[in-house]
T-cell receptor, first 113, second 114 residues
Framework: AQSVTQLDSHVSVSEGTPVLLRCNYS??????LFWYVQHPNKGLQLLLK??????LVKGINGFEAEFKKSETSFHLTKPSAHMSDAAEYFC???????????FGTGTSLTVIP | EPEVTQTPSHQVTQMGQEVILRCVPI?????FYWYRQILGQKVEFLVS????????KSEIFDDQFSVERPDGSNFTLKIRSTKLEDSAMYFC????????????FGPGTRLLVL
C-alpha cells in the first residue's frame, strides 16, 4: 500500500533562512514522489518530482528534494525562504501501476519578515 | 501556460439535490481525475478516466457519483443526491499519460451541502 506522512502540519521560518519540510513515504513498489504547493485560492502547482532517476531533484523557485530509500524520506528544502513561499505544501506518492495519487496531510509554511 | 480550470469556484446546495462540477482539462491531456479534500483532512482520490471510461476508482466513488466527458473539452463530476458529508473541496486534474506522470490540478470547487 502507498501512503505519505508529512511530519509537520505547520512550519514557520524567517525570511532568508532555510526551509525544511519533511515527508516520509510508504510504498510496496518503487514509488514516484511529488511535491505540490497550493497558494490561497489557487490550484495545486507542481514543485518537483522524483521518478527513479537522480535522487536529488531540483524544482521550481529554488526548491529541491532528496529521495532517500534507506530512510523512506523525500524532504523538501530551500536554502533561503522568500515571503512568496508562504503556502500549503503537499507531498504525494504514486505507485508504479495505476495512476492515482496519495497525498500527505499538508504542511503550512509561514514566512516571517 | 495551459492550465486546468474548474467551475463554479463555490457551490452551495441542499441535501438531496444533484450537483454537477465542471472541469476543463489541459487540451492535449488524455487522463482525467477527480480528488476531494474534506476540511482538515487529506486530499483523497475519487476516480480516474481515460478513453471515455473509468480506469480506476476509490471506495469513496460509490453509485451516487458519476463522471462524464460530454464533449471534447469538459469533464464533469455529478453527485446525484448530495449528503452533508459530501461538503469538501473538489479538485480536477489531468495528465498527458497515465502511470507516474505529473498531474496538473485545477483551483478546485468548494461544495457546501446544507
Amino acid at each position: 500500500a502507498q501512503s505519505v506522512t508529512q511530519l509537520d502540519s505547520h512550519v514557520s521560518v524567517s525570511e532568508g533562512t532555510p526551509v525544511l519540510l519533511r515527508c516520509n513515504y510508504s510504498s510496496s513498489y518503487s514509488p514516484s514522489l511529488f511535491w505540490y504547493v497550493q497558494h490561497p485560492n489557487k490550484g495545486l502547482q507542481l514543485l518537483l518530482k522524483y521518478t527513479s532517476a537522480a535522487t536529488l531533484v531540483k524544482g521550481i523557485n529554488g526548491f529541491e528534494a532528496e529521495f532517500k530509500k534507506s530512510e523512506t524520506s523525500f524532504h523538501l528544502t530551500k536554502p533561503s525562504a522568500h515571503m512568496s513561499d508562504a503556502a500549503e505544501y503537499f507531498c504525494v506518492v504514486s505507485r508504479n501501476t495505476g495512476n492515482q495519487f496519495y497525498f500527505g496531510t499538508g504542511t503550512s509554511l509561514t514566512v516571517i519578515p | 501556460e495551459p492550465e486546468v480550470t474548474q467551475t463554479p469556484s463555490h457551490q452551495v446546495t441542499q441535501m438531496g439535490q444533484e450537483v454537477i462540477l465542471r472541469c476543463v482539462p489541459i487540451s492535449n491531456h488524455l487522463y482525467f481525475y477527480w480528488y476531494r479534500q474534506i476540511l482538515g483532512q487529506k486530499v483523497e482520490f475519487l476516480v480516474s478516466f481515460y478513453n471515455n471510461e473509468i480506469s480506476e476508482k476509490s471506495e469513496i466513488f460509490d453509485d451516487q457519483f458519476s463522471v462524464e466527458r460530454p464533449d471534447g473539452s469538459n469533464f464533469t463530476l455529478k453527485i446525484r443526491s448530495t449528503k452533508l458529508e459530501d461538503s469538501a473541496m473538489y479538485f480536477c486534474a489531468s495528465s498527458l499519460t497515465g502511470q507516474k506522470e505529473t498531474q496538473y490540478f485545477g483551483p478546485g470547487t468548494r461544495l457546501l451541502v446544507l
